[in-house]
């Protein structure tokens, strides 16, 4: 993987990344800086800007603003400077006494003329906090923040929105920004929900970090970001000389009296997704219904013992009034096996039971696939909580339960033990009852045909998302149907 649009990277994995930097071609942390803010001045410059405020923090994401300063007004840009307090850092006070040097006009965040300033720029470059921010704004940095969304400027945040945690994505107080552009790589916050929806539109500005230390980013700490180039790659292939058999039996253990279509949506889903059979098992009066809409997959009456099977998918608008079965089912099921809805509301109130699934599994074969209420009975957490730590919760569960989760929602996140994703599609075109079930069929089938439960969880999650997209285009992004999907 080389294309740095790809993959997002933590800010340890950072900080090593600018250290072999400056260690392999003898160049400094200034030298990176007056890149950086280069960087960030010609992207202003293309906004035309009539007035800009440089809003700067201590640290060095406040020295690649005042770079960014000199090289403005350089350019016969009426710029001025605001500060949350004095450089800490020995390259960002270099360049702050540059930008002093050259008459540049300054003020103290708890100056008068510090609002006056936010209040009368035509545009804004955020310089606050950058990637080594942790906790929360506080004091003058909260008054700074909250004057640049107050104003009506255009904002470009430099690296990530201030306020906004590199790595976790979270955020008490931060800068909504209109373009935020990240250095070098892409971080956590500029891809994954909540701190994405501050970014605005995100950029990547390339500041000539060299190839052969590229691979230092390709780490277990990285987020690798779900697009063509990441997921095409991993379908399976079909070979001419086939049958059905080569392409496995995906047994489902989805619908109920009053919820068939949820059974009908995984099975018509994993039967567009290439399995080579599926088996619908559920009661007697489920499958009359199900067998009036289709004719493609084997209908079995259910039992204790599991089916025959290459994988398996439970759970689909299962209903809670078979637990006991399930019970025995999920402990009886050795092989890949997808766990949605009704099946997670059963694990939330019986966790013990994921680790007897994988305790003789050396390689994860259990997806779970929770919308955020879910994650929260399965977590014991709220619900708002979930969504404001979505990866830290997302990975924490994988490791310690060694499973794949799909975090679903906006940006969905795909959790391996020791691996992190993030979905760039979707909508929510998907927020719809029944979307789902479509990608818990698409999961199953790519379980059967032998992709490994990270590939196949993250293939569908993408293919789904891009399906909304798809369908969004064409009728709107109210209007998607589930079934529009398949």
Excluded at 353 to 367: M, P, Q, R, Y
Excluded at 376 to 386: D, N, Q, S
Excluded at 447 to 467: D, F, I, P, R, W
């Amino acid at each position: 993987m080389s294309n740095k649009s790809s993959f997002a990277i933590t800010s340890a994995t950072m900080k090593q990344l600018e250290q072999n930097f400056f260690t392999i071609y003898n160049l400094t942390n200034r030298s990176l800086m007056k890149t950086a803010g280069l960087a960030v001045a010609r992207r202003m410059l293309d906004e035309n800007p009539k007035k800009v405020c440089v809003v700067c923090g201590s640290g060095n994401n406040g020295g690649d603003g005042y770079v960014a300063a000199v090289y403005l007004s350089a350019d016969g840009v009426d710029v001025s400077v605001v500060m949350s307090g004095e450089p800490k850092t020995e390259d960002a006070r270099y360049f702050f006494e540059k930008y002093k040097s050259k008459g540049g006009k300054l003020a103290d965040v708890t100056e008068i003329a510090a609002s006056t300033e936010v209040d009368a720029a035509t545009h804004i470059i955020d310089a606050i906090f950058g990637y080594g921010f942790h906790g929360e704004p506080k004091g003058s940095q909260i008054k700074l923040i909250r004057a640049v969304n107050q104003s009506n400027a255009f904002v470009l945040s430099v690296d990530i929105p201030s306020g906004c945690e590199s790595d976790t994505a979270e955020f008490t107080e931060a800068v909504d920004a209109d373009v935020t552009l990240a250095l070098g790589y892409l971080k956590a916050a500029n891809v994954s929900y909540p701190a994405y929806g501050k970014c605005g539109r995100v950029e990547l500005a390339d500041l000539g970090f060299p190839k052969r230390i590229d691979e230092i980013a390709y780490d277990n700490r990285f987020i690798t970001l779900l697009n063509d180039s990441t997921v095409l790659p991993l379908l399976p292939k079909r070979e001419d000389n086939s049958h059905k058999g080569s392409f496995g039996t995906l047994a489902l253990y989805c619908g109920s009296e009053n919820m068939v279509g949820a059974a009908k949506l995984a099975a018509v889903a994993a039967l567009k997704s290439g399995v080579g059979l599926v088996k619908l098992i559920n009661d007697e009066k489920t499958l009359n219904y199900l067998k009036q809409s289709l004719s493609e997959p084997v209908f079995e009456y259910i039992s204790e013992a599991p089916a025959k099977a290459t994988a398996c998918v439970v759970g689909c608008g299962f209903g809670r009034a078979r637990d006991a079965l399930l019970a025995k089912l999920l402990s009886a099921i050795k092989i890949p096996l997808c766990i949605d809805a009704d099946g997670i509301n059963f694990v939330a109130d019986n966790i013990y039971i994921l680790k007897s699934i994988s305790a003789d599994n050396i390689v994860t074969k259990v997806v779970l696939t929770p919308h955020p209420t879910e994650m929260a009975r399965l977590t014991g957490k709220t619900t708002e909580y979930i969504q404001s730590h979505r990866l830290e919760v997302a990975g924490r569960f994988a490791q310690e339960q060694r499973v794949v989760l799909v975090l679903k929602g906006a940006r969905t996140v795909v959790a391996t033990p020791d691996r992190l994703y993030v979905n760039t599609g979707g909508s929510a075109a998907l927020a719809k009852g029944g979307s789902g079930d479509v990608l818990s069929g698409m999961i199953g089938a790519y379980l059967t045909q032998g992709m490994s439960a990270e590939n196949a969880a993250v293939t569908a999650v993408y293919l789904h998302g891009k399906a909304g997209d798809r369908q969004s285009e064409i009728v709107g992004m109210d209007s998607v149907m589930p079934s529009e999907l398949l």
